[in-house]
């Protein structure tokens, strides 16, 4: 759907064909998340190639999300769209060191990254804290 609305950009005429209805697919009825926060991603990016190349993981990330959400908006998709904060939880002291390290490169890198301590869940679990990005992860019920 986003190469179609970029070839619509362009001016062109387009078509999008599905082997059922569009969007019914793998992805359908999904959360169809979108997020810059995954897992444990910036401290290894950092240690592996360095902040510039983590920064820029992030910006395209980002960016990313400002585009599906400006295609949504703009192509009036009645997907409920939604801007949720993303966490990555911790359940042991060896992943909260790491979330904490996690939240730390994030925000390094320009991320609205911050650590939530205990974050309440729908459920049972030993879960104690949490990383969070704020409001950039978006999901849709579609």
Same mark, same amino acid.
């Given at each position: 759907?986003? /190469?179609?609305? %970029?070839?619509?950009?362009?001016?062109?005429?387009?078509? /999008?064909? =599905?082997?059922?209805? /569009?969007?019914?697919?793998?992805?359908?009825?999904?959360?169809?998340?979108?997020? +810059? !926060?995954? @897992?444990?991603?910036?401290?290894? !990016?950092?240690? &592996?190639? @360095?902040?510039?190349?983590?920064?820029?993981? #992030? $910006?395209?990330?980002?960016?990313?999300?400002?585009?599906?959400?400006?295609?949504?908006?703009?192509?009036?998709?009645?997907?409920?769209?939604?801007?949720?904060?993303?966490?990555?939880?911790?359940? +042991?002291?060896? $992943?909260?060191?790491?979330?904490?390290?996690?939240? =730390?490169?994030?925000? *390094? /890198?320009? !991320?609205?990254?911050?650590?939530?301590? #205990?974050?309440?869940?729908? !459920?049972? *679990?030993?879960?104690?804290?949490?990383?969070?990005? %704020? %409001?950039?992860?978006?999901? &849709?019920?579609?």
């Amino acid at each position: 759907m986003s /190469v179609a609305a %970029r070839l619509i950009d362009e001016g062109l005429s387009v078509a /999008v064909v =599905d082997q059922s209805r /569009v969007g019914s697919g793998v992805s359908g009825h999904t959360t169809a998340k979108l997020s +810059s !926060l995954h @897992g444990l991603t910036y401290a290894r !990016l950092i240690r &592996s190639y @360095g902040q510039d190349h983590a920064r820029a993981y #992030g $910006e395209a990330n980002e960016a990313g999300i400002r585009a599906i959400a400006a295609t949504v908006e703009r192509f009036g998709i009645g997907c409920d769209l939604r801007r949720r904060s993303n966490y990555t939880y911790a359940v +042991s002291d060896e $992943e909260l060191t790491d979330i904490e390290a996690e939240v =730390d490169a994030a925000a *390094s /890198v320009g !991320l609205p990254a911050s650590y939530a301590d #205990g974050v309440p869940l729908p !459920l049972e *679990s030993p879960a104690r804290c949490a990383s969070a990005i %704020r %409001r950039n992860s978006i999901r &849709s019920s579609t």
